[in-house]
């Protein structure tokens, strides 16, 4: 295999792991460009592929009735590599998929090593790629490296956007004091490997509320550089200190909501709770949900600890923060997410505009067949609008309104186009409100599922 000839793929990531499964699966030669551990990230920790930096979860596996979980079954039904992995290395989470990091790292990085068709290059790309390298998938995530960056800026006369990305921290369970907290998922939800008991609550009244808005918003935070100050936050990952600066109630209907939950010392819902997820096949490590923070180190241990049930807590890791870019896709991006100003590279992952790890790995899954196809010298149309894989597509490469206040999106039912929804049930009675809302949302997952083996049977990947 020449290098002219293979697919190239930058970064291994999420994105970038699952654009060189599917390149390869189709036959296509792949090398697959990774720059760990000879270059580390500010927020990645090893030199597996696929590393979870931010959170275990992938979030809702419902696929008749959640944009997440129908995305999730779009891949597994596209023989995406890293739903075959979380779907192996799933742990308890209520009604969420949630993974072990490690095992879950560990099968993508063995499974993509131990492909024919893939050969792996331990190396930075610095600055563009060669010009006779004719396909090309830039999957560097949202902490591409500052030369490629920089090269790429100069490439396309755009501006990158950016926005801070917090990290939340991770707590030892047997330092959690269960005397006060208690083991319930939200409304007894059951989810993948879940019990109906799968988060740990720490409740807190409102006197205790109030004491720790009120730290919050005293804690020493992270100064940032001149450089990073004008720079955006993503609304689905803000900082806890920054949704409080919002109002004092902010957090008791975002990340610190008590519905749904019962403390079983009182019989009745706390005024506010923090919960922590599971994070490890062992149940060893638990991470605060939505508690992603720019505290520093100190602050946070202390402020934290005033949370009932985390009084002796000790943390695996800390909270965090880091700097993410990404393109104004819609304008800098073609359909099948080539580049405008240079079509031999394509893009995929975060630094497309999409947020989360499963829309970062179905853009990845797209951007693989697409090159795959061309290489080929064939091509493959867009998945329909109608399904979520090409819902995302559609938004982050011309479907968001209004190209110069282009933000990342997660999947969501917004995207898709409308659907008519029966007015009355199967008995003949008359479906209203959230009755109706979920007769629309599973119409659309059932459309959505119809029209992606229409798209997947003309270009279906040979099996493993």
């Known amino acids: 295999m020449t290098h002219r000839d293979a697919i190239h793929v ?5 994105a970038g792991a699952e654009a060189a499964w599917q390149a390869a699966q189709a036959g296509a030669p792949v090398v697959l460009h990774e720059m760990r551990p000879l270059r580390q990230t500010e927020a990645h920790k090893t030199a597996a592929f696929a590393e979870l930096v931010c959170s275990n979860s992938f979030r809702s596996d419902d696929a008749q009735a959640n944009a997440v979980g129908l995305l999730h079954e779009e891949m597994r039904r596209a023989g995406s590599l890293i739903m075959r992995a979380a779907d192996a290395h799933k742990v308890p989470a209520g009604g969420a998929l949630a993974v072990d990091r490690d095992g879950f790292s560990g099968a993508v990085t063995s499974a993509v090593e131990a492909h024919p ?11 563009l790629p060669p010009e006779d390298w004719r396909h090309v998938i830039v999957a560097t995530g949202p902490l591409t ?18 926005f801070f990305d917090a990290i939340a921290p991770i707590v030892y369970r047997d330092t959690i004091d269960f005397e006060i907290a208690w083991m ?32 919050l918003l005293a804690g020493d935070k992270t100064e940032f550089r001149d450089w990073e100050k004008d720079t955006p936050y993503f ?10 600066v919002r109002g004092a109630q902010t957090l008791r209907f975002g990340p610190m909501k008590p519905v749904g939950l019962t403390d079983p010392r009182t019989g009745a819902r706390p005024y506010a709770v923090v919960q922590l997820r599971q994070d490890n096949a062992l149940g060893t490590l638990y991470n605060m949900v939505g508690f992603q923070t720019k505290l520093k180190y100190g602050a946070q241990a202390a402020i934290f600890r005033t949370i009932p049930g985390l009084g ?7 909270g965090g923060i880091h700097r993410n870019t990404f393109l104004n896709a819609p304008v800098l991006l073609d359909q099948t997410l080539c580049l405008r100003a240079r079509p031999a590279l394509r893009f995929a992952g975060q630094i497309t505009g999409v947020e989360g790890y499963l829309e970062s790995a179905a853009i990845g899954l797209l951007a693989g067949r697409f090159a795959a196809a061309e290489a080929a010298g064939a091509m493959i149309a867009p998945p329909p609008e109608t399904t979520a894989l090409g819902a995302l597509l559609g938004h982050i ?24 929804v029966p007015k009355t049930d199967a008995s003949g009675r008359r479906l209203k409100g959230k009755e109706k809302g979920l007769a629309r949302k599973r119409a659309i997952c059932a459309r959505a599922l119809t029209a992606l083996k229409a798209w997947l049977e003309p270009t279906s990947l040979a099996a493993e």
């Open 10 to 14: 930058i970064g291994a990531g999420l």
């Open 117 to 127: 068709n893939i050969d792996i290059s331990r190396e930075e790309i610095v600055g």
């Open 145 to 162: 490296s500052p030369p490629l960056a920089q090269a790429i800026h100069g490439l396309t006369g755009e501006d990158a956007l950016a």
């Open 184 to 215: 319930q998922s939200r409304y007894d939800k059951k989810g993948p490997g879940g019990d109906g008991a799968d988060y740990i609550n720490c409740p807190l009244d409102q006197q205790q509320y109030e004491a720790f808005i009120k730290a």
């Open 235 to 244: 609304e689905g990952c803000l900082p806890i200190e920054v949704m409080a």
């Open 312 to 318: 002796r807590a000790e943390f695996a890791r800390l």
């Open 397 to 420: 490469t011309g479907g968001h309104v209004g190209a110069k206040t282009f933000q990342p999106m997660n999947v969501n039912f917004g995207l898709f186009p409308t659907i008519a």
